[in-house]
């Protein structure tokens, strides 16, 4: 077996992921919707796995954070507290020439409408616009009136759903600090240059948890979940060289954070953000209690009242989607055949193992197969394949990264036994 050279590049994963039904892009019969996808059976089933497997870490296997699930159009004074609606916005330019739209601050990375080779402005015909701010928010309606008082958004994240809620958490679940509150769900951004596949989406899938501590020990904290969350992504496969972690110049950090850690995954596109860690202080309770007028701190049983610091582990499961697909691809030629395999680690593979009837149309091979299907089924996420030649069968499940096959054939109508095949060593 040897791999084939070549770098793994974005166009070679949407294509697998087309070919094999893990992602689609939306509204295709209409022409789709900039960058936005829909998810095929792997596809989801492959998110399920990520998602599984982050609230196992954050929730299951802690006493320390608890669940919560929040509305995605909350009160529109939550974003004025949080600062979204001053301040979440990117600088745009457009083009009268071309009519297309760039952030003015990644000029340097985009492309000339007219003349690609070219960056915007870089042509005597590029005719760009002064700078504008430009809020990332959704905007939406609540009710049948639409007038001022009726706008709301889309969440941008799910932290602030937590925030609003601290309150009912630390009384109602008795907590104490420090202690975590963990939220998956859609979160929405009016990307100005959306793009790379998913990795810059207008609709994801967030993964958040919001950790309050007390305010000596929060530097502490921030050190201890960027290491975790580092942990965590070599638990589950990805190559330690692709990975690095980026602490943010003080120039560059959010207007609430007073240190940041970006976790970098080695892209297609270079090293881009995976997800970030962020010392938050106790800019959001605050913020909340200003615009609410709800007391949001800790209250001891001995008189202490403090602030708590909040410590933010913020992710999206496309983005884990991506660097795992990347990190998971391989092509090479295996007795003089190429093959795709993907080497997902088999907690994130969509599906476990494969059923296979050497010969679809003996009778009693089928049976015994789908017998142990039936069997597997109940406990395990597999497949049953009957279709096509054995080859052809082994191909289709390496390219969608199932760890293991198991052919029924003679032998087994013999001995009851199955040829167990390894995905990544092929050894039977
Ligand atoms: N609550 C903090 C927050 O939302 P962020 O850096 O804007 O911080 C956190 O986003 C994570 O969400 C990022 O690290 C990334 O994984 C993911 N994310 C943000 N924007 C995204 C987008 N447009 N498409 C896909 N994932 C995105």
């Known amino acids: 077996m040897s791999e084939t050279p070549g770098p793994v590049t974005m166009d070679k994963i949407v294509s697998l992921c087309r070919r094999r039904g893990f992602v689609f892009p939306s509204s295709e019969i209409y022409g789709g919707l900039g960058s936005t996808y829909d998810y095929g059976h792997y596809g989801v089933l492959a998110k399920n796995n990520i998602r599984q497997l982050w609230f196992q870490a954050m929730v299951q296997e802690r006493d320390d954070i608890v669940a919560l699930d929040s509305a995605i159009i909350l009160n529109p004074a939550v974003w004025e507290a949080s600062g979204h609606v001053a301040g979440f916005s990117d600088p745009l330019v457009d083009c009268r020439t071309c009519k297309l739209r760039f952030r003015a601050d990644r000029l340097e990375d985009a492309q000339c409408g007219r003349k690609p080779s070219k960056r915007p402005g870089e042509t005597p015909d590029c005719d760009l616009t002064e700078a ?7 905007q939406t309606q609540v009710g049948a009136v639409e007038d001022a008082s009726s706008t709301a958004y889309l969440r941008p994240e799910t932290a602030q759903g937590i925030f609003i809620n601290f309150k009912n958490v630390l009384q109602l679940a008795r907590r104490k600090p420090p202690f975590g509150i963990a939220q998956v769900g859609k979160s929405f951004r009016n990307e100005i240059t959306p793009g790379n596949f998913l990795f810059r989406v207008r609709e994801f899938e967030q993964m958040e948890m919001e950790f309050f501590v007390p305010p000596a020990d929060a530097e502490e904290w921030y050190r201890y979940w960027v290491d975790a969350r580092f942990d965590w992504y070599l638990k589950y496969g990805l190559r330690e060289g692709n990975l690095r972690k980026r602490e943010h110049g003080a120039e560059e950090r959010s207007h609430y954070s007073s240190g940041t850690t970006d976790i970098e995954y080695l892209y297609p596109i270079g090293w881009s953000e995976l997800e970030g860690v962020a010392n938050r202080g106790d800019f959001d309770l605050t ?3 200003q615009f609410s007028g709800t007391k949001l701190e800790f209250v001891g049983q001995d008189g202490e009242r403090y602030t708590p610091h909040v410590i933010e582990p ?3 499961i496309e983005r ?17 055949r190429e093959r795709t395999v993907l080497r997902l680690h088999p907690a994130i593979a969509p599906v476990k193992a494969a059923i296979l009837p050497l010969i679809p149309r003996n009778e009693d091979m089928v049976t015994h197969a789908r017998g142990l299907f039936d069997e597997l089924r109940r406990r395990h996420l597999v497949e049953y394949d009957d279709s096509g030649q054995i080859g052809r069968r082994y191909r289709r ?5 199932t760890p293991w096959a198991f052919t029924i054939d003679d032998q087994t109508l ?4 199955v040829t167990v095949r390894d995905r990544d060593s092929l050894a039977q």
């Open 414 to 417: 013999e001995d009851g036994t």
């Open 132 to 138: 504008r701010q430009f809020n990332l928010m959704f």
């Open 287 to 289: 913020q909340h209690t």
């Open 320 to 336: 884990i989607f991506v660097a795992l697909l990347v990190d998971a691809y391989h092509e090479e030629v295996v007795a003089d």
């Open 314 to 316: 913020a992710v999206s």
């Open 397 to 401: 499940q390496d390219e969608i990264g």
